[in-house]
């Protein structure tokens, strides 16, 4: 599908892009197989194996870019169809997306505090739910709510700074600000290397975890330029895309690939740690792009078992950590459910019955809130 400048912004509303679907599924199994290591039963002599296949870390700044690149777009394209955009239908979406899964995920854990032997500390039920837990102390099994946190940082700023800044004059000072990020981001994960190497005093320390939102910002903003850049310049980036087609891909695969290796032989190097999730971030984007400029280049993401994984991607990114947990931690031994490879099976149905059951009941409710008031 080429860019069409005179449509682009008209067609997200009915139609979904294509391939964004099947890099949900790739990033979603980057994260269950960096995740498979810790599980019970994992074969040690497959570690070394799945060290080098799989990164959750880059599985959620993918996640990120994808975040910020789509919650822009349809921003923009509001904007665009209505003259304005409503803060408020964009919470009540925000809200009715993230809220009842995340809501449930919590409700079940808490139950199984109740009635097994698992415990969490109140600093640990306090950022999971203030969404802080990317500030705060953590346990395994709810530690990934650390994204969501993120995310929902994320979503409770950018369109105010989007409607306040971006959507006026020539939008200008929405770049510098997006721009300020890719500064400061680097900045911060310098300040987390210092704080876990213990070259900084402990008061830095509660502002600087290497979960922070502070450390990943600047993926979300690589995300929201992307989005800038396709909905204002679909002509340029069109052509672009076109005429450096194989190039662009390639010097995308490089951005991601070549840090993911260096970190992989180097990982406290902290030059490599500073900068690589930018140069990863700005690969996939160009990659994101030109998927979804021409999704005949990437087949393999648009398969129909690929797109379902990556509509199932939130559940199962939710779900999971329960099943990747040590059961001897709630008090079990050994149950097929909580072992590899069984563990993967158990998401995976729990997040069919969580999509199917509560998320998407709630999809024709959201869209009511996509018209303007």
């Known amino acids: ?21 099947g890099w949900r599924a790739v990033c979603i199994i980057m994260v269950l197989g960096s995740h498979c290591k810790v599980v019970s039963g994992f074969p040690k002599n497959l570690d070394r194996l799945f060290y080098w296949l799989f990164d959750g870390d880059l599985g959620v700044r993918c996640f990120f870019v994808i975040s910020g690149f789509l919650i822009t777009y349809l921003l923009l394209q509001e904007n665009n169809q209505t003259g304005r955009v409503s803060l ?4 009540i979406r925000r809200a009715l997306r993230i809220l009842p899964v995340y809501s449930v995920f919590l409700l079940v854990v808490f139950l199984l505090q109740i009635f097994t032997a698992w415990h969490q500390p109140p600093i640990v039920w306090t950022g999971n739910l203030t969404f802080m837990t990317d500030f705060l102390p953590v346990t395994w099994t709810t530690g990934h709510l650390w994204s969501l946190a993120v995310e929902e940082q994320f979503y409770l700023l950018w369109p105010l700074l989007l409607v306040g800044f971006g959507l006026k004059g020539n939008g200008r000072t929405i770049f510098y600000i997006l721009g ?14 210092l704080v876990y190497a213990k070259d900084l005093p402990s008061v830095f320390h509660p502002f600087f975890p290497w979960s922070s939102f502070l450390n990943y910002f600047d993926s979300l903003a690589v995300g929201c330029i992307t ?3 396709l909905a204002r310049n679909a ?9 450096l ?16 290796i260096l970190g992989k032989l180097f990982p406290t190097t902290i030059f490599i740690a500073a900068l690589s999730p930018f140069f990863q971030a700005t690969g996939f984007a160009i990659l994101l792009l030109q998927s979804i400029s021409s999704p005949q ?3 393999l993401l648009n398969w129909p ?6 509509i199932l991607s939130y559940s199962i990114y939710i779900w999971q950590m329960i099943f990747c947990s040590d059961p001897q931690d709630f008090g079990w031994k050994h149950v097929w459910f909580m072992s590899f490879p069984g563990w993967l099976l158990a998401a995976l149905l729990a997040a069919v019955l969580s999509y199917y059951g509560l998320e998407k009941p709630l999809m024709r409710l959201r869209a009511r809130f996509r018209k303007a008031d």
């Open 88 to 91: 408020r239908n964009f919470y």
């Open 305 to 310: 078992v690929i797109r379902s994984l990556g």
């Open 1 to 21: 599908m080429n860019l069409n400048p005179a449509k682009t912004v008209e067609k997200i509303s009915t139609a979904r892009f294509p391939s964004l679907d």
């Open 235 to 243: 002509p340029q980036v069109s052509a672009v895309l076109s005429r």
């Open 245 to 260: 087609k194989w190039k662009c891909m390639l010097f995308g695969v490089a951005l991601v690939s070549i840090p993911f």
């Open 297 to 299: 280049y990437f087949k």
């Open 227 to 229: 989005a800038i850049l």
């Open 180 to 193: 300020i990020s890719l500064i400061v981001a680097p900045i911060c994960r310098v300040m987390t290397h």
